[in-house]
Structure formats: C-alpha cells, structure tokens
C-alpha cells in the first residue's frame, strides 16, 4: 500500500473524521474504499458501454416495429382528412 498525502479545507477534514468515526472506520480507510468503489463503477460503466457499441442488433430496428408504425400513420392522416374535410364544409 501507498501513503498519499491530500489537501483539504478543515471544515471537510473536520467533517470526514466526524463521518469516519460514525462509519467505525478511520479517514484513511474511508477515502479508500471511496476510491476503490468509483474504480468498480467506472470499469463497470466502461465494459457496459463497450458491450453496447459492439452490440449491432441494437442499432436496427424491429420489423414488427416498422409495420406498425407505419399501419398507424395512415390511420392519423386519414382522420386527420375527414376532420379537415368537415371543416371545409
């Protein structure tokens, strides 16, 4: 393990020893674990978003998708038409 020496206001200092002791654990301990749990969470970001880039089946739609979507386009447009058509009259 490696010692780091880090700058801080004395209101966080005061405020990371009062949380240290609460949590049972020491400020050096606690800016560990803080440390190590942001590691965890970006590598698991970086691989989910590696497997998301190389996944091509989510870049292309679903053909059911499309149909449906255009089977209920017609359907506004032509309500939209009698709509405009009664207004016309």
Not at 29 to 42: K, V
Not at 47 to 56: G, K, M, N, P, S
């Amino acid at each position: 393990m490696k010692n780091v020496t880090i700058t801080v206001e004395d209101s966080v200092l005061e405020w990371a020893r009062v949380e240290a002791a609460r949590r049972g654990t020491s400020v050096s301990r606690m800016l560990g674990d803080f440390m190590a749990e942001l590691q965890r969470r970006e590598d698991a970001y970086e691989r989910a978003y590696l497997a998301w880039r190389t996944d091509e089946r989510s870049w292309q739609a679903r053909p059911a998708a499309k149909a449906a979507a255009r089977s209920a386009s017609p359907q506004r447009g032509g309500l939209q038409k009698a709509a405009d058509s009664g207004a016309a009259a």
